[in-house]
Nanobody, 122 residues
């Protein structure tokens, strides 16, 4: 059974940093692109970041560009999201995903984690 498990969320003050991890199990993801999305209360799930299977290409939402960094360690079957200069508007549940079945910036992935809460206080 394929599983993605996010961790690293929490409460942080504005301007602070968090590092999210997404560990995969059930099969290797080293040949799969990975994405991070987030969903705030009352809002639709939105794209945050994307990384190709090799890690050679990354893409970011304009709202996080320059502040967030996506990376991966294929030996550990894990993808990361380093979040710096956090803002209250970054507050959301963050999800990792793999098994891309459409456009990478749309939530069209076959596998999703359960999400981890990130709360940024002002």
């Amino acid at each position: 059974q394929v599983q993605l498990i996010e961790s690293g969320g929490g409460l942080v003050q504005a301007g602070g940093s968090l590092r999210l991890s997404c560990a995969g199990s059930g099969r290797t993801f080293r040949n799969d692109a990975m994405g991070w999305f987030r969903q705030a209360p009352g809002k639709e799930r939105e794209f945050v970041a994307f990384i190709t299977w090799s890690g050679s290409s990354t893409y970011y939402a304009d709202s996080v560009k320059g502040r967030f960094t996506i990376s991966r360690d294929n030996a550990k079957n894990t993808v990361y999201l380093q979040m710096n200069s956090l803002r209250p508007e970054d507050t959301a549940v963050y999800y990792c995903a793999t098994g891309l079945s459409g456009r990478f910036y749309d939530p069209e992935y076959d596998y999703w984690g359960q999400g981890t809460q990130v709360t940024v206080s002002s």
